[in-house]
């Protein structure tokens, strides 16, 4: 079992930037895929940004591409969403999730953990 603890969530004026980290325990995630989802009110949870358990490999919603950035540090199992130019449409909860298989997929139901989400508002 992997537990994963989301952190770094609030409230920021619009352009204005965040970083959320991923924390992971039970077992070392240095082979799972990491995922940053979100899920706004009354809409379904997406895929946001995805790293594979290498890092050799990126992916990136188009709406926040250019923005965003996902890295990882292994060492210290944890994940982090570097959200810069932030704007009220990227208000949501954030969730991270953990994928065994360690590529690259977009799919809620393709992760195996999750963690419990940390609000994102921002501000016009």
């Known amino acids: 079992q992997v537990q994963l603890v989301e952190s770094g969530g609030g409230l920021v004026q619009t352009g204005g930037s965040l970083r959320l980290s991923c924390a992971a325990s039970?077992?070392?995630?240095?082979?799972?895929?990491m995922g940053w989802f979100r899920q706004a009110p009354g809409k379904e949870r997406e895929c946001v940004a995805v790293i594979s358990w290498s890092s050799g490999v990126k992916y990136y919603a188009d709406s926040v591409k250019g923005r965003f950035t996902i890295s990882r540090d292994n060492a210290k199992n944890t994940v982090y969403l570097q959200m810069n130019s932030l704007k009220p449409e990227d208000t949501a909860v954030y969730y991270c999730?953990?994928?065994?298989?360690?590529?690259?997929?977009?799919?809620?139901?393709?992760?195996?953990?999750w963690g419990q989400g940390t609000q994102v508002t921002v501000s016009s």
């Open positions: 039970g077992r070392t995630i240095s082979e799972y895929a």
């Open positions: 999730a953990a994928d065994l298989l360690g590529q690259i997929r977009l799919r809620v139901g393709d992760y195996d953990f």
